[in-house]
């Protein structure tokens, strides 16, 4: 399984960019997908994770209404929208996974990151004037 977050850069606060995972060999769609991110200095945390089907979101309490999750199956993508942005959103981004046949809350996903299974290479976001 492998994963690659992209889509990340400089960006003035308040601005917004959308960072996309990609799925290398395999079909993502029924794979719950979670997006993390870790700043320098600070542990690594979720941010949106999204179930299988598209149906059910949740969103880190920092992020919600700012930030959405989504997926597109026929591009094999999950997308992670970003608006507002601040300084303190600034931090590598990576999109993880859990093998398809566990099926976890989607909360529970996005509050312990090293329940993941499958983790992309990051993709860096800096929130700058």
């Known amino acids: 399984v492998q994963l690659q977050a992209f889509g990340g850069g400089l960006i003035q606060p308040g601005g917004s960019l959308r960072l996309s995972c990609a799925a290398s060999?395999?079909?993502?769609?029924?794979?719950?997908i979670g997006w993390f991110r870790q700043a320098p200095g600070k542990e690594r945390e979720g941010v949106a994770c999204i179930s299988g089907d598209g149906g059910v979101k949740y969103y880190a309490d920092s992020v919600k209404g700012r930030f959405t999750i989504s997926r597109d199956n026929a591009k094999n993508l999950v997308y992670l929208q970003m608006s507002r942005l601040t300084a303190e959103d600034s931090a590598v981004y990576y999109c993880?996974?859990?093998?398809?046949?566990?099926?976890?809350?989607?909360?529970?996903?996005?509050?312990?990151?090293?329940?993941?299974?499958?983790w992309g290479e990051g993709t860096l976001v800096t929130v700058s004037s």
């Open positions: 993880a996974t859990i093998p398809r046949t566990v099926i976890r809350p989607e909360s529970a996903m996005c509050n312990n990151y090293r329940s993941m299974r499958w």
């Open positions: 060999g395999f079909n993502l769609y029924g794979w719950q």
